[in-house]
């Protein structure tokens, strides 16, 4: 099997970098200097028409595209999937915003957009994210049992703090994110702790969600390779550390880390991660963009 990981970067994570603020086009030049293989828009910061414009970036610098969206209605999804093919996005993320408190009455919205994203051939996943319709851990994997169509985008640090989970997990758990790892065709980094959604990644009493986190990743890798080993789709790992209120600030206002430093050391461990998972399967041969 010859499979390929591709790592990405959020252009929301270059938000706030450099002060002044860097035009559209220069965090693009940065993102491809620094060798990343795609960028992500994310119709949660930007408007579409925002949204439109980044699309001649997309073919001057040879980026691949990806796209988040919060879709209120099943209708809602439409336009987003129509700007995904033109940035030839391999699948788009929804955030979903309609949210029923049952799970019964959430199953048809989950069948709705994969309904919408058929009829438009492009693929969507589902992020593990709060505030939308998997805001819930344990709702999530009652909507897996529901939907078999139903593909995840694994940002694992919203059910941390959804569920102020103990490092390391109980037990019942882990075996909640193992359902969801198994099921999840793209990744997120962000490292979490219960009570804090982005954590600094070198500060020593952080080391122990970092372990966690990249555990995480190099099983959800493993199960994602053995569920691809007869095909060609690409594996996306996006590196999305936000701006403030996201990232933590002093007194003075100013990021207690190198946020750009720590988008690179994401970047990294993935695509270490990917190479562990390509060693342990033996006769396969693994590309690292």
Not at 65 to 77: N, R, Y
Not at 146 to 165: I, T
Not at 197 to 221: H, Y
Not at 249 to 267: F, I, K, M
């Amino acid at each position: 099997m010859s499979g390929r990981l591709q790592v990405y970067q959020a252009l929301w994570a270059m938000d706030k970098l450099v002060s002044p603020e860097s035009s559209t086009a220069e965090k693009f030049d940065r993102v491809r200097a620094a060798g990343f293989d795609g960028m992500a828009i994310d119709l949660g910061a930007l408007t579409m028409e925002e949204a439109e414009a980044t699309v001649p970036h997309f073919a001057r610098t040879g980026l691949l595209g990806g796209l988040t969206v919060f879709p209120k209605t099943v209708e809602a999804l439409r336009p987003a999937l129509a700007l995904a093919h033109r940035i030839e996005a391999p699948f788009v993320v929804v955030i979903g915003q309609e949210m029923p408190i049952k799970v019964a009455d959430m199953i048809p919205a989950i069948e709705g957009w994969l309904r919408v994203a058929e009829e438009e051939g492009m693929p969507i996943q589902f992020e593990t994210h709060r505030n939308c319709i998997t805001n819930d851990l344990f709702a999530t994997v009652q909507l897996l049992d529901a939907v078999p169509a139903m593909r995840m985008a694994a940002d694992l640090s919203h059910y941390v703090v959804d569920r102020e989970m103990p490092c390391p997990p109980t037990p019942e758990l882990q075996a909640l994110i193992t359902q969801v790892l198994e099921r999840s065709d793209s990744f997120q980094g962000r490292v979490a702790a219960r009570g804090q959604i982005q954590l600094q990644l070198d500060f020593p009493q952080n080391a122990k969600w970092v372990t966690l986190f990249r555990s995480w990743w190099r099983e959800g890798f493993a199960a994602w390779h053995a569920r691809h080993a007869d095909d060609d789709l690409p594996l996306v790992f996006l590196s999305e550390l936000g701006p403030p209120d996201y990232a933590i600030t002093g007194a003075d206002g100013r990021e207690l880390s190198d946020r750009w430093t720590e988008a690179l050391t994401l970047a990294q461990w993935a695509r270490d991660i990917w190479r562990d998972v390509a060693a342990a399967s033996v006769g396969d041969t693994i590309q690292v963009a």
